[in-house]
């Protein structure tokens, strides 16, 4: 599976945003998908996550209440709505899909990931 991640740019604080991540290959359906984010000097993070048929969503307690996770399997796409944006949302926001089971709150869990995209988040 190749992903590409789209949507990210530069925003004023309390803006929005929708990331975008395409996804190659006609599994995709068979995958949970995650969004992490990574801002220089620290860890990647867990940002949101979705079930195969997207009845599942899980999200970090950052961003709960602001951001909304969604997929489209026949346009093998996931979303990332990202509303009421913070500076501290400024990051390189990665896609990535896991094909079994496991901690879908860890990257270790995910098998493929997207190259990301930068959200920048003006005060």
């Known amino acids: 599976v190749q992903l590409q991640a789209s949507g990210g740019g530069l925003v004023q604080a309390g803006g929005s945003l929708r990331l975008s991540c395409g996804a190659s290959?006609?599994?995709?359906?068979?995958?949970?998908m995650g969004w992490f984010r990574q801002a220089p000097g620290k860890e990647r993070e867990f940002v949101s996550a979705?079930?195969?048929?997207?009845?599942?969503?899980y999200y970090a307690d950052s961003v709960k209440g602001r951001f909304t996770i969604s997929r489209d399997n026949a346009k093998n796409t996931v979303y990332l709505q990202m509303n009421s944006l913070k500076p501290e949302d400024t990051a390189v926001y990665y896609c990535?899909?896991?094909?079994?089971?496991?901690?879908?709150?860890?990257?270790?869990?995910?098998?493929?990931w997207g190259q990301g995209t930068q959200v920048t988040v003006s005060s």
């Open positions: 990535a899909a896991a094909a079994g089971g496991g901690n879908i709150w860890l990257a270790q869990t995910y098998n493929y």
């Open positions: 979705i079930s195969w048929s997207g009845d599942n969503t």
């Open positions: 290959g006609r599994t995709f359906s068979s995958y949970y």
